[in-house]
């Protein structure tokens, strides 16, 4: 599967019955990014992309595997993709959570957003940015 097959099967906001299969792409995007392989260009973005767009919290550790599985791609995925849910969800969910995955990224979440980088964070419009970015306005 590539990026144009995903935007054309799955769309930007999935339907609830595509989920799964998003997921399993994005876990094995982790896993060539780990495997130092080839991945699909931008499937690994579109993926997160989508998970965050639904917007559920039992998606926040499967992003920030994928954001762990190496450096490239942990520098193509915001943190706020994390955030789908929204800023305030997200750290709740993570707190709530007994994994050092999630208590990683909490601590991740609330450097960032010391840094500045959830400043007039919404959702919308960090998704709304990646509509323009993937041509699916």
Known sequence: MNVEESLQRYGMLPAERDLPAIRAILAREAEIERSGGEREEDLTLLCCVQLFSRGLLEDVLRIWDAKQAGMDLGIMLDVQFLCGAGLDATKRFLASQHSDSAREALEYIVRCEATGDFEKFSPQTHL??????????
């Open 128 to 137: 709304q940015q990646y509509r323009h970015y993937f041509r699916a306005e």
